[in-house]
């Protein structure tokens, strides 16, 4: 599975209500397989919202000034991180959110 078959897709939790849309996940590794796996999608309401708080959000200037920090945190304040396993999505991924459980040949 690839981030990007995951980006843009509705998402839903478990009981059919709209979450939004997803604009990133979150992969760790350190399993004992070696491989990394999707924990967490980020998901928001409006499109805009993650596109300016990551493009002048805290990411890009930690130390940055207070008030362009706080801009940033107001224009992504919809943007939620949910756990893999606790979201639906539309139209479905085959293998979301752990992949084939199957191993690779």
Do not use: K
């Not at 939790?13 to 999707?38: A, C, I, M």
């Not at 993650?50 to 801009?71: D, E, F």
């Amino acid at each position: 599975m690839r981030a990007g078959e995951l980006l843009g897709r509705t998402a839903y939790d478990l009981h059919g209500r709209r979450l939004g849309r997803v604009v990133d996940v979150v992969v760790r590794g350190g399993f004992p397989d070696g491989r990394l796996r999707l924990t967490d999608v980020l998901v928001t309401g409006h499109w805009w919202s993650r596109m300016w708080g990551r493009l002048i959000g805290a990411q890009r200037h930690p130390s940055g000034p207070w008030l362009i920090r706080v801009i940033a945190r107001a224009l992504s304040r919809d943007t939620r991180q949910f756990p893999a396993d606790q979201i639906q999505l539309l139209p479905p991924v085959p293998g979301f959110p752990f992949g084939d459980p199957s191993p690779p040949d």
